[in-house]
């Protein structure tokens, strides 16, 4: 039986979103360290900067630029006053980072209420692409998502922050020893990651309601991409949400979405089961 192509654009569409979204967490995770339970409401918090700026009539790529620079600044606030001083704490900072999730959605709530908002896409309208309309944002945001991967690849590889990032990931106490500012870019990691859950937040916006539990539909997919990442970095966030992303698509397409998300949810954890496996075995 022949696979619809329009049916592999799909399943490619939401593994470029999944990674999109989990970039950011990829970040925070793989090179500070830190377990965001936050990331869903950064992304939030993206969301509803391009709304406010939509509506001061500034336009939706005015706030696709600055959703970001202000989530970013957000991240920034979060680890000097959160996550710096229990960063040798992991249980205390999965519970800073769920209690500030809390507080980021009630003032989301707070400000612009419990109901859901709508923003139009920039371009709207579909193309036609292998034989069927396809909407124009959805293929933007998986234009994005590749030029995110590919400023992560050169930042992180052929840059000298690159190098000093992975030197600090490698072994944090030579790096200290040899002079690098560790904390300061351990900061900057964070800060980072939290723009991108901006960006990520404000690009898929007009695919989907904006409201106060946005986030919490991605944070766990988002996850389980930055899991099952093989040796981690973009490339393997990319694969990691090609498993998660375009596997729950495509099962979704021939059975149902619940059984997509519980056929995922098994799949990551037979995979986490092994990558643990293999890694006692190295350690024996």
């Avoid at 490698?170 to 939290?194: I, K």
């Amino acid at each position: 039986m022949p696979v619809d192509p329009v049916l592999l654009l799909d399943a490619l569409a939401q593994a470029l979103t999944l990674f999109l979204v989990a970039s950011g967490l990829a970040v925070t995770f793989g090179l500070v360290g830190v377990i965001n339970l936050a990331h869903g409401e950064l992304l939030l918090a993206g969301a509803y900067t391009a709304l406010a700026v939509e509506r001061a009539g500034l336009g939706y790529w005015a706030g696709l630029a600055l959703a970001p620079l202000v989530v970013g600044l957000l991240g920034f606030l979060l680890d000097l006053l959160v996550i710096r001083r229990l960063r040798e704490r992991p249980l205390d900072t999965l519970l800073a980072t769920w209690a500030a999730a809390l507080v980021v959605r009630q003032t989301v709530v707070a400000l612009f209420g419990p109901a859901s908002h709508t923003i139009q896409p920039p371009i709207p309208g579909s193309v036609v692409l292998l034989g069927a309309p396809y909407p124009v944002h959805r293929l933007l945001v998986m234009g994005l998502a590749l030029l995110v991967a590919a400023l992560l690849a050169w930042l992180l590889f052929a840059t000298r922050l690159g190098l000093m990032i992975r030197g600090a990931i490698a072994d944090r106490t030579l790096a200290a020893v040899s002079g690098l500012a560790v904390r300061r870019l351990e900061a900057l990691a964070f800060a980072f990651g939290a723009g991108l859950a901006g960006l990520a937040g404000a690009a898929t916006a007009p695919l989907l309601s904006v409201d106060p539990q946005m986030g919490l539909g991605f944070l766990l997919p988002a996850f389980l991409a930055v899991l099952v990442a093989p040796g981690g970095g973009p490339a393997g966030t990319a694969i990691g949400a090609a498993l998660v992303g375009g596997g729950e698509s495509l099962v979704a397409a021939f059975a149902s979405p619940v059984l997509a998300q519980l056929a995922v949810l098994a799949g990551a954890v037979v995979l986490l089961r092994r990558v643990a496996g293999r890694r006692a075995g190295r350690e024996r």
